[in-house]
């Protein structure tokens, strides 16, 4: 586990932020510009150093009472928005300077980086002939060649553009699927966090107020992110069957089976999905003589009204609501008319599936496309 403490004031900045996650996987550090995100960051890594503080990664105590380690003690790869590499020195020569900068014994080599990453193609270019994208593929592999206990990332996409963002997104997921490294990844991008992350913790103020499994934070009615303009549900799945013929794949998810286009790796791949509320319909039977092919029942556990006349409907997959959380987005006249309530069983109709999964193509797979609602 990581278990972190910090209180104090930092110039004009209180924080007061606790929380204990798992010490493996991509615990997301979510909110709003100036909500203390990357000062947590910084505690963590030793550079800001709080008096009423405790840190504590994978039973080794990093800072509790008198006991501070200093930064270059803390076995830390630190990723900054800005890529950071040594002008005068090749790709090859930066990333041998964090072999260098190790004084453990190398658990992750040069060559399972370069593969990871992809920069074998990269390696003889002086760093201002790289884009963005590739900066930062090298600034992480740089990181990692250090052999940290711990990867800090902090806004690692936000200075680059929509096309370098897409570049470097599957390489991200790539480490998570490969290295058992715990990362902490600071972002106020949603979509990054849903598509990485496991855990979430939701910052405001300088406060933590939630953390947890990501699946259960996006649809917990007392936190904001359900009242999001786009609020969606992550559901972790796994590849059961592959049809050639039709180009699709099946994946069971706890309380159903979910078909969405495309090959998504063999049997027993387990890959991530992402489900607007807006793609998902409510019905009390399956759906006849449509192109939708995902209905699933499911059941209502509540519903929260916008002041956009639309209706945010909790829902848990399977017949007695044993399954994974999920959301739809209805009008109020359709919630109204249609007698919903809380506690019945329904049909879910999923129009539309993006895969967010380690390991996946930069393109968004889809479910079918449906031509009726």
């Given at each position: 586990?990581?278990e972190?403490?910090?209180?104090?004031?930092l110039?004009?900045?209180d924080?007061?932020a606790?929380?204990?996650?798992?010490?493996?996987?991509?615990?997301?550090l979510?909110?709003?510009?100036g909500?203390?995100?990357?000062?947590?960051?910084?505690?963590?890594a030793g550079?800001?150093?709080?008096?009423?503080g405790?840190?504590?990664?994978?039973?080794?105590?990093?800072?509790?009472?008198?006991?501070?380690?200093?930064?270059?003690?803390r076995?830390?790869?630190?990723?900054?928005?800005?890529?950071?590499?040594?002008?005068h020195?090749?790709?090859?020569?930066?990333?041998?300077?964090?072999?260098r900068?190790?004084?453990s014994?190398?658990r992750?080599?040069?060559?399972?980086?370069?593969?990871?990453?992809?920069?074998?193609?990269?390696?003889?270019?002086?760093?201002?002939?790289?884009?963005?994208?590739?900066?930062?593929?090298?600034?992480?592999?740089?990181?990692?060649?250090?052999?940290?206990?711990l990867l800090?990332?902090?806004?690692?996409?936000?200075?680059?553009?929509r096309?370098?963002k897409?570049?470097?997104?599957?390489?991200?997921?790539?480490?998570?699927?490969?290295?058992?490294?715990?990362v902490?990844?600071?972002?106020h991008?949603?979509a990054?966090?849903e598509?990485?992350?496991?855990?979430?913790?939701?910052?405001?103020?300088?406060?933590?107020r939630?953390?947890g499994?990501?699946?259960?934070l996006?649809?917990d009615?007392?936190?904001?992110l359900?009242?999001?303009?786009?609020?969606?549900?992550?559901?972790?799945?796994?590849?059961i069957a592959?049809?050639?013929?039709?180009?699709?794949?099946d994946l069971?998810?706890?309380?159903?089976?979910?078909?969405?286009?495309?090959?998504?790796g063999?049997?027993?791949?387990r890959?991530?999905?992402r489900?607007p509320?807006?793609?998902?319909?409510?019905?009390?039977?399956?759906?006849?003589d449509?192109t939708?092919l995902?209905?699933?029942?499911?059941?209502?556990?509540?519903?929260?009204?916008t002041?956009?006349?639309?209706?945010v409907?909790?829902?848990?997959?399977g017949?007695r609501?044993?399954?994974?959380?999920?959301?739809?987005?209805?009008?109020l006249?359709?919630?109204?008319?249609?007698?919903?309530?809380?506690?019945?069983?329904?049909v879910?109709?999923?129009?539309?599936v993006?895969?967010?999964?380690?390991g996946?193509?930069?393109?968004?797979?889809?479910?079918?496309?449906?031509h009726?609602a």
């Amino acid at each position: 586990m990581i278990e972190a403490a910090f209180r104090g004031r930092l110039g004009s900045f209180d924080l007061d932020a606790e929380f204990r996650v798992p010490g493996q996987g991509i615990t997301a550090l979510f909110g709003a510009s100036g909500s203390g995100k990357t000062t947590v960051l910084r505690a963590i890594a030793g550079l800001a150093r709080l008096r009423d503080g405790r840190l504590q990664v994978n039973g080794e105590t990093w800072q509790a009472g008198r006991r501070f380690v200093p930064p270059h003690r803390r076995a830390v790869g630190y990723v900054f928005q800005e890529a950071s590499l040594f002008p005068h020195l090749s790709v090859e020569d930066n990333l041998r300077f964090g072999l260098r900068r190790s004084r453990s014994t190398a658990r992750i080599g040069l060559n399972e980086v370069v593969d990871l990453l992809g920069i074998a193609p990269l390696f003889d270019r002086p760093t201002a002939m790289l884009s963005g994208g590739e900066r930062q593929r090298v600034a992480i592999g740089r990181a990692l060649l250090s052999q940290p206990q711990l990867l800090l990332m902090d806004e690692p996409l936000s200075a680059l553009d929509r096309v370098s963002k897409e570049e470097i997104l599957p390489y991200l997921e790539r480490l998570h699927a490969s290295l058992s490294i715990p990362v902490i990844y600071v972002s106020h991008d949603i979509a990054e966090v849903e598509r990485l992350a496991d855990t979430l913790v939701l910052m405001e103020r300088g406060r933590v107020r939630a953390s947890g499994p990501i699946a259960g934070l996006l649809a917990d009615p007392a936190l904001p992110l359900i009242h999001m303009p786009q609020p969606a549900a992550v559901i972790d799945g796994q590849v059961i069957a592959r049809d050639a013929r039709y180009g699709l794949t099946d994946l069971r998810v706890p309380g159903g089976v979910v078909t969405v286009q495309g090959d998504l790796g063999p049997i027993g791949r387990r890959r991530r999905l992402r489900i607007p509320a807006s793609d998902v319909s409510l019905g009390r039977r399956a759906p006849q003589d449509t192109t939708i092919l995902n209905a699933l029942p499911a059941r209502i556990e509540g519903a929260e009204e916008t002041a956009a006349h639309q209706v945010v409907v909790r829902l848990r997959l399977g017949q007695r609501g044993e399954g994974a959380a999920l959301l739809a987005s209805v009008s109020l006249k359709s919630w109204d008319t249609l007698g919903l309530r809380v506690g019945e069983t329904v049909v879910a109709r999923l129009k539309a599936v993006a895969l967010a999964a380690p390991g996946a193509a930069p393109e968004l797979a889809q479910a079918p496309p449906a031509h009726t609602a």
